[in-house]
């Protein structure tokens, strides 16, 4: 599976984007995905996972209430849609899929990874 991430940018305190993450390849395998960010000098840490029913999703504390993951499966496409941003969000985004069908939270689990999108938001 290849994944391309885009819809990062600079933006303003208390404004929005929407990353999307589109997949190709062996897209007739069931896989749950999720998003991932790391800030410079930081350690890539967890923002958002959904499952492949779309049944279930799962946030990090920071971004819960402002963030929301979604999916459609027939364009092979991964959203997020990111509101009320803070400088504290900026970082290189980055989409991730693993083979199943479960939310996982541990980066180590994702099986493949997009190249990254940078997201800054200016205070």
């Known amino acids: 599976v290849q994944l391309q991430a885009s819809g990062g940018g600079l933006v303003q305190a208390g404004g929005s984007l929407r990353l999307s993450c589109a997949a190709s390849?062996?897209?007739?395998?069931?896989?749950?995905m999720g998003w991932f960010r790391q800030a410079p000098g930081l350690e890539r840490e967890f923002v958002a996972a959904?499952?492949?029913?779309?049944?279930?999703?799962y946030y990090a504390d920071s971004v819960k209430g402002r963030f929301a993951i979604s999916r459609d499966n027939a364009k092979n496409t991964l959203y997020l849609q990111m509101n009320s941003l803070k400088p504290e969000d900026t970082a290189v985004y980055y989409c991730?899929?693993?083979?199943?069908?479960?939310?996982?939270?541990?980066?180590?689990?994702?099986?493949?990874w997009g190249q990254g999108t940078l997201v800054t938001v200016s205070s």
């Open positions: 991730a899929a693993r083979i199943g069908i479960g939310v996982v939270t541990r980066k180590g689990s994702y099986d493949y």
């Open positions: 390849g062996r897209t007739s395998v069931t896989y749950a």
């Open positions: 959904i499952s492949w029913s779309l049944g279930s999703t």
